[in-house]
């Protein structure tokens, strides 16, 4: 997938909310060794480098053109490297996942593939997007199947009007007590957006869940793609503004001691 920073960026401040209340369930514990797993621009990384000045921070991202803004970040403790969520290395106090685990398939067994990378004592901390059921991927679901030969059977968590990977909280709960957590906090939450018409339901999901399927479009697919989906856009919501109540699902836990 190739990620633009710029449109990522774009409804910047309503993106940057659940992070920094994520951020805000972390106990004052002395980290020493965090890793902020699928960084993007860095911004949250370099704020975590920042709230734990004696640890050392690493960000860690698939995308080099979401790194090479990231790379603009500097602090002492603070460094970025591009590498796969999935082929992990190392351990760490603090495991830090802010909108990236979405992505990625099987959460139960990608959360038991993470765990041992958490020390002793250390703490993880998750929110992923929870609006899958949402009009919006409905309905991108549905353009995505119409070019499905367009598409060459690509699918984003299974078929390509398939279903997403992210769990409930009481399932996350679930699978992190099975893993040996203490001090579960799992919660959903919602992040309303007032947003300016389809066109504005649009310019957000170009940021994030249109990106693999242009990807993997020629240009001209693409716009014939964004076309057709806006156009359902304009069916579901007619009227000059849209009411976007975006569900997020955030997630701490600790490892115990032993």
């Keep these: 997938m190739t990620w633009n920073p710029d449109v990522y960026h774009r409804h910047r401040t309503a993106r940057d909310a659940p992070a920094h209340d994520l951020m805000a369930l972390l106990p004052p514990h002395p980290y020493r060794s965090v890793v902020d797993l699928g960084c993007g621009t860095g911004q949250h990384t370099l704020t975590l480098s920042r709230q734990f000045p004696e640890a050392q921070v690493l960000g860690l991202d698939s995308s080099a053109e979401m790194l090479a803004r990231a790379s603009?970040?500097?602090?002492?403790?603070?460094?970025?490297?591009?590498?796969?969520?999935?082929?992990?290395?190392?351990?760490?106090?603090?495991?830090?996942?802010?909108?990236?685990?979405?992505?990625?398939?099987?959460?139960?067994?990608?959360?038991?593939?993470?765990?041992?990378?958490?020390?002793?004592?250390?703490?993880?901390?998750?929110?992923?997007?929870?609006?899958?059921?949402?009009?919006?991927?409905?309905?991108?679901?549905?353009t995505a199947d119409e070019f499905r030969e367009e598409l060459a059977g690509f699918t984003r968590f299974g078929p390509v009007a398939g279903h997403s990977p992210v769990l409930t909280p009481v399932q996350y709960a679930e699978v992190l007590h099975h893993l040996g957590a203490t001090d579960i906090v799992a919660m959903s939450r919602v992040y309303p957006v007032v947003l300016p018409g389809a066109e504005g339901v649009l310019d957000w999901v170009r940021g994030t869940a249109l990106v693999p399927y242009l990807g993997r479009l020629t240009p001209e697919d693409g716009a014939r793609f964004e076309a057709a989906y806006l156009a359902r856009l304009k069916a579901e919501w007619p009227d000059p503004e849209v009411y976007y109540p975006f569900l997020r699902t955030l997630f701490v836990a600790q490892k115990p001691q032993g």
Excluded: C, I, K, Y
């Design 72 to 142: 603009e970040h500097h602090a002492p403790n603070l460094t970025f490297q591009q590498a796969d969520l999935q082929d992990l290395h190392g351990t760490f106090d603090l495991m830090f996942s802010n909108a990236a685990l979405q992505w990625l398939p099987d959460h139960p067994a990608l959360l038991e593939r993470l765990w041992p990378h958490l020390n002793l004592g250390g703490m993880l901390a998750v929110q992923v997007p929870s609006n899958h059921d949402h009009p919006s991927h409905r309905l991108l679901s549905e």
